[in-house]
């Protein structure tokens, strides 16, 4: 089977939702317009991203995307979800191939590098991955895999199925992955890693003080890991990426930003100095305690 990516991942992965929704519980600027999202994108390249994390439901992501590489001559490492296949489904051949095709008409490219089912559940639906093997054989894919939220989601899935990357939730504030040796699994099997939700969707930086009720539970782990991050002389956002960009089974981080400002800085702590052994165990110790309601956003109400 052919196994075409155009390049590896960099390291730092743009997460475009928000540019297409408005997307986070901890964003206060809203959606940008084109002219800035393509403005947005373009100086991520120049910065040195080359990959770019979308989705069929993320709004106008796909398309200023697409718009974005065309006007500036750009060949982005891509990576798109489809939408959700429906529990009674006819065909999932045609289900599958259109949706790809609605991405790569929106993000005018011929092939992108990896396609990932946004509902995990849905590779095991009868003829989903015989489809996904056959878009790779045919080149419009580079790899298929899914993106998933839990850890029993992702043990079965690499167990059972054939899917040579995943992307799921790895972050200072969830270590259910790192203590589980999924991630070691994947090594193994050749599955690349895409790490997200770094920030559990912007709750690492919000007042501790003024939580919403339903995340009261994490107001002292917020308190400890700003005094120990004032401590190390560091912001919460560069010990949040450089703890996980540094494990060894990672690809890519996706994080997603809303302005040129975020972007720069972003950009400066994906190249800070790594943490010690005993600052990663001190983080985590910090963490540990966090109830699934709280590190789960899919638990979160609505």
């Not at 339903?214 to 005094?227: E, F, M, Q, S, V």
């Amino acid at each position: 089977m052919k196994n075409a990516i155009s390049a590896p991942p960099t390291p730092f992965t743009l997460g475009t939702a928000q540019i297409g929704i408005p997307y986070g519980i901890a964003n206060s600027d809203g959606l940008p317009n084109e002219k800035e999202a393509i403005a947005l994108l373009e100086e991520a390249w120049r910065l040195g991203v080359r990959s770019f994390d979308t989705a069929r439901m993320y709004g106008l992501s796909e398309s200023r995307i697409g718009e974005w590489s065309k006007t500036h001559g750009r060949e982005p490492i891509l990576t798109t979800k489809t939408g959700k296949l429906p529990d009674s489904l006819a065909s999932a051949d045609n289900f599958l191939r259109d949706s790809l095709a609605s991405s790569l008409q929106n993000l005018k490219a011929e092939r992108v590098d990896y396609l990932l089912l946004h509902r995990c559940s849905d590779i095991k639906q009868a003829g989903v991955e015989t489809t996904l093997q056959a878009l790779v054989e045919e080149g419009l894919i580079g790899r298929y895999g899914v993106s998933a939220y839990t850890l029993d989601e992702l043990t079965d899935v690499i167990q059972s199925t054939n899917v040579s990357v995943v992307q799921c939730p790895i972050s200072i504030l969830d270590g259910r992955v790192l203590k589980s040796g999924f991630l070691e699994k994947c090594e193994q099997s050749n599955i690349f890693v895409f790490a997200r939700s770094l920030f559990l969707q912007g709750v690492l930086f919000l007042d501790p003080e003024k939580l919403p009720h339903h995340l009261n539970a994490a107001k002292k782990t917020l308190i400890n890991l700003r005094g120990l991050a004032n401590e190390l002389g560091r912001s919460l956002e560069e010990i949040a990426i450089v703890a996980i960009r540094d494990l060894s089974n990672v690809g890519s981080l996706v994080v997603g930003v809303e302005t040129i400002t975020q972007l720069h800085k972003t950009t400066i702590y994906f190249n800070g100095m790594p943490l010690t052994g005993e600052e990663v165990d001190e983080i985590f110790k910090i963490t540990a305690s966090l109830p699934e309601d709280i590190i789960s956003p899919q638990l979160w109400p609505r």
